[in-house]
């Protein structure tokens, strides 16, 4: 039996999140023969025609010199595109998805319930034909009471299994670096664990907004 592919659903596809981050990442992967057979399906609010959204996703691959052309060149091939709203309505195409599928929600943090409520009343969440993920992008609400407030809204369509939380700069070496001290010295530890700390904050400070997300 031929092996269905792997959905993946990118809502903003179009925004400053995905050329520079996440596309990257796929080609990266890729690069690694770490991604499986993969349908990139694309939601945006830009009125582009696929192939424009390629060549404009292609344009930020080639400023990236140690990502290959030609792994590139494969993934491109992948991405459908369409221009919708973050509603059931504008979502719809997605009605009777089948097999795996994983929804990147690469858009700005106050359009995060708006996606998983409607991602949720089109059943997508339901996993009849494989597998189903939904991946929030930081930041996970502003504070306790709206990330608390963002995971009633998810756990309403999404077992908390099914739901990944991504904060791609607790992967910066500064982070990690302070896990391995913590690791290799048994004095730390002790102290740096659930007990001793009340909580960790790690400020990046950042130039960039969310410009074209």
Known sequence: MRKRPLHLVVLGLTGDL??????????????EGRLPPLRLLGFGAEAWGEEEVRERLGAFIAQRPELDPRAWAEVRG??????AAIS???????????????????????L??????ALGRLGLARERTGWRRIAVEKPFGR????AQRLNRVLHRHFREEQVLRMDHFLGKRAAENLLALRRH?????ALWGRVGVAYVEITYAETLGLKGT
């Open 18 to 31: 995905s050329r520079r981050l996440l596309m990257p990442a796929l080609v990266r992967l890729h690069m």
């Open 78 to 83: 992948w991405i459908h595109y369409r221009q």
């Open 88 to 110: 059931p309505q504008g979502l719809a195409p997605l009605r009777g998805l089948e097999g795996p599928a994983l929804f990147y929600l690469a858009l700005p943090p106050a």
């Open 112 to 117: 995060f319930p708006k996606a998983a409520t």
């Open 143 to 146: 504070d306790l009471l709206s």
């Open 185 to 189: 010295n048994p004095s730390l530890e």
